[in-house]
Nanobody, 121 residues
């Protein structure tokens, strides 16, 4: 009933760029915050960037100045422009959305399937 579909991952050389996209669909009343998390092998999942429906953003210190997060006009799609990529950025990137479903009272977090980003040196 609610799906987050990601695209844009791949293999890139250090210093290159990638653009991730995530679209939310289904029985959704409203979407608050959308964001991107990443998880490298053997490490915990960490927040990369997030954006509210009002346009407020939050970035991990490690990506500030290199990554930019944004949403489309309908606020159901979030993208992440990743520039000056480093090998340390290699991870599976997961889309996240905090939303309220139709006929439901509570706001909940939903997750995409994950997309691999690999940065070679």
């Amino acid at each position: 009933q609610v799906q987050l579909v990601e695209s844009g991952g791949g293999l890139v050389q250090a210093g290159g760029s990638l653009r991730l996209s995530c679209a939310a669909s289904g029985s959704i009343f409203s979407i608050n915050t959308m964001g991107w998390y990443r998880q490298a092998p053997g490490k915990q999942r960490e927040l990369v960037a997030a954006i509210t429906s009002d346009g407020n953003t939050n970035y991990a210190d490690s990506v500030k100045g290199r990554f930019t997060i944004g949403r489309d006009a309908a606020n159901n799609t979030v993208w992440l422009q990743m520039n000056s990529l480093k090998p340390e950025d290699t991870a599976v990137y997961y889309c996240n959305a905090n939303l309220k479903r139709l006929r439901f009272l509570r706001w909940n977090d939903y997750w995409g399937q994950g997309t691999q980003v690999t940065v070679s040196s």
